[in-house]
Nanobody, 125 residues
Framework: QVQLAESGGGLVQSGGSLRLSCAAS?????????VGWFRQTPSIDREFLAA????????RVATFVKDRFIISRDTQNNMIYLQMNNLKPDDTALYFC?????????????????WGQGTQVTVSS
C-alpha cells in the first residue's frame, strides 16, 4: 500500500505561481512506480496534467500545460512536486496526486491505484 498526501494549494492571482507537493509513504517499488498529477472541476473529471517515473525521473506532461507546469521528484524525501507558473483562472481546480505501478496509461485516471485527498487551487483574475 502507498499513501499520498498533497499540499501547497491556495489562492493566487492570475500570472502567479504555486508549487504543489505530494508526500508519498508506504511500499514503493522503485522500478515500476509512477506518480501523476490530475485536477478536477465541476465540469471536468480528473484531467491529466503530468506524470513522473519514481525510478528514472522520466516525465510526461500534457500538451496544454507543458509550457507552464513542471513535475519533479525527490526520492530521498519521498516527495513529488508540481511547479505551476503563469497560472490562469481556468487553472482553478482541486489538484490530486496519484500513484500506480507500471508506465502504461499514465494519462488515464482509472489506472491509478492510490490517490491523495486533493489540494484546492484558486486563481483569481
Amino acid at each position: 500500500q502507498v499513501q499520498l498526501a498533497e499540499s501547497g494549494g491556495g489562492l493566487v492571482q492570475s500570472g502567479g505561481s504555486l508549487r504543489l507537493s505530494c508526500a508519498a509513504s508506504g511500499q514503493i517499488f522503485v522500478d515500476t512506480f509512477h506518480v501523476g498529477w490530475f485536477r478536477q472541476t465541476p465540469s471536468i473529471d480528473r484531467e491529466f496534467l503530468a506524470a513522473i517515473s519514481w525510478g528514472t525521473a522520466s516525465t510526461r506532461v500534457a500538451t496544454f500545460v507543458k509550457d507552464r507546469f513542471i513535475i519533479s521528484r525527490d526520492t530521498q524525501n519521498n516527495m513529488i512536486y508540481l511547479q505551476m507558473n503563469n497560472l490562469k483562472p481556468d487553472d482553478t481546480a482541486l489538484y490530486f496526486c496519484a500513484g500506480k505501478d507500471g508506465s502504461g496509461g499514465l494519462a488515464y485516471a482509472l489506472g491509478y491505484n492510490y490517490w491523495g485527498q486533493g489540494t484546492q487551487v484558486t486563481v483569481s483574475s
